[in-house]
């Protein structure tokens, strides 16, 4: 009964490869965001979308694409990768738009570690 | 620039002991701030959220307060324990802006025998 789900957890792949993960919640939150954690532990917002509609989109490369089929799902594709995509990725959810006054649920993560 | 920044960056203490957090902050319009806890390997849990009209709020033996004025918040931990050892995120949102949130780098605590 896993509440944010992510595939997969660990990812290591050569750079110039393109990778996606997928992201899944069953909490019938509105909302789903990726963010992008650093070596440092820095946790950093990457995209925001509400019922598959982007809202926040913070200054990520091209490189990176979300894509959410219906609001349970935001999976992130990403191309071309480099050294520097070497992070953990978490998705989170939450209940109404944006982040009101909602508690976010963050998944487990996933490491990605390029070559 | 909307900013969060958290002090000390890393704690250590003796289990059993207390010890505060702290949190400033500049963003602006205020809506909410969040204490969230994240252990090694897993993704962050929240602990409390509060508004502007919030001063305290409770969960277990953590307890955060915010200073809407002076724009600081704290966490509180009581009688310590092995599991506390964590990284301590706080986080705060705008009221305009989709409801933005600006993350805190954190403090890495580290609780000992």
């Known amino acids: 009964d896993t509440a944010v789900s992510q595939t997969p957890k660990y990812l290591v792949t050569q750079m110039g490869n393109d990778k996606s993960i997928k992201c899944e919640q069953n909490l019938g939150h509105d909302t789903m965001y990726w963010y992008k954690q650093d070596s440092k532990k820095f946790l950093k917002i990457m995209f925001s979308?509400?019922?598959?509609?982007?809202?926040i989109n913070e200054t990520v490369p091209n490189r990176f694409s979300p894509k959410s089929p219906d609001k349970a799902h935001l999976n992130l594709h990403i191309n071309s990768l480099e050294l520097g995509d070497s992070a953990v990725y978490f998705c989170?959810?939450?209940?109404?738009?944006?982040?009101?006054?909602?508690?976010?649920?963050f998944g487990p993560g996933t490491r990605l570690t390029v070559l | 620039k909307n900013q969060v920044e958290q002090s000390p960056q890393s704690l250590i203490i003796l289990e059993g002991k207390n010890c505060t957090l702290q949190c400033n902050y500049t963003v602006s319009p205020f809506s909410n701030l969040r204490w969230y806890k994240q252990d090694t390997g897993r993704g962050p849990v929240s602990l409390t959220i509060m508004t502007f009209s919030e001063n305290t709020k409770s969960n277990g033996r953590y307890t955060a307060t915010l200073d809407a004025d002076t724009k600081q918040s704290s966490l509180h931990i009581t009688a310590s324990q092995l599991s506390d050892s964590a990284s301590y995120i706080c986080v705060v949102s705008e009221s305009t802006n989709a409801g933005k949130s600006t993350f805190g780098d954190g403090t890495t605590l580290t609780v000992k025998p």
């Open positions: 989170a959810s939450s209940p109404g738009r944006g982040h009101t006054y909602n508690e976010q649920f």
């Open positions: 979308y509400n019922n598959k509609e982007l809202i």
